[in-house]
T-cell receptor, first 114, second 113 residues
């Protein structure tokens, strides 16, 4: 049971490039989400999904795209990278969508946009 | 809408002394509250959670938190700090239904030998 896995661990991009951050979980969790973490800002929600085929925007969705074709995978796409997207990105999942559910976090992807 | 405020961005304690990390919340609904810990270069891990059962919640590694509705607080405590407790701690609130979690900005705990 690997839990929540993220790839890559670290990435450097040039402004304007696109890329996909991968997230997978093997716990059969319905709810998955993407956060970005910036110094002094805590974690801010980018996009989330309550099940395969269903996604919604969080607090800071601009410049990012997601899809959920399977229960296991929830990739995050940067359409045209900007320096403001330099951050640490965390994927999380939980068994249900209820407010009492524990979130399980991946190890993070550090992204540097030059 | 819900919100959470962590009152200290940085707390420094000596090893063996008590830890207090403060969190106040605001919620239109009866909230669920969580504390997560993040060690350097790691993901977040659940310490403990309150979900409308007992108001004093015990978590892992000797941490506990008390839900005080009258004070809208959910402070995290530990009787005796250990060097391994040095980390970033996040207070988190959730509201009704599928509304996403709201994270505080974090409190960095330093433990001095």
């Amino acid at each position: 049971n690997a839990g929540v896995t993220q790839t890559p661990k670290f990435q450097v991009l040039k402004t304007g490039q696109s890329m996909t951050l991968q997230c997978a979980q093997d716990m059969n969790h319905e709810y998955m989400s993407w956060y970005r973490q910036d110094p002094g800002m805590g974690l801010r929600l980018i996009h989330y999904s309550v099940g395969a085929g269903i996604t919604d925007q969080g607090e800071v969705p601009n410049g990012y795209n997601v899809s959920r074709s399977t229960t296991e995978d929830f990739p995050l796409r940067l359409l045209s990278a900007a320096p403001s997207q330099t951050s640490v990105y965390f994927c999380a999942s939980s068994y249900g969508t209820g407010r009492k559910e524990t979130q399980y976090f991946g190890p993070g992807t550090r992204l540097l946009v030059l | 809408a819900q919100s959470v405020t962590q009152l200290d961005s940085h707390v420094s304690v000596s090893e063996g002394t008590p830890v207090l990390l403060r969190c106040n919340y605001s919620s239109s609904y009866s909230p669920s509250l969580f504390w997560y810990v993040q060690h350097p270069n790691k993901g977040l891990q659940l310490l403990l959670k309150y979900t409308s059962a007992a108001t004093l919640v015990k978590g892992i590694n000797g941490f506990e938190a008390e839900f005080k509705k009258s004070e809208t607080s959910f402070h995290l405590t530990k009787p005796s700090a250990h060097m391994s407790d040095a980390a970033e701690y996040f207070c988190v609130v959730s509201g009704a239904g599928n509304t996403p979690l709201v994270f505080g900005k974090g409190t960095r705990l330093s433990v001095i030998a």
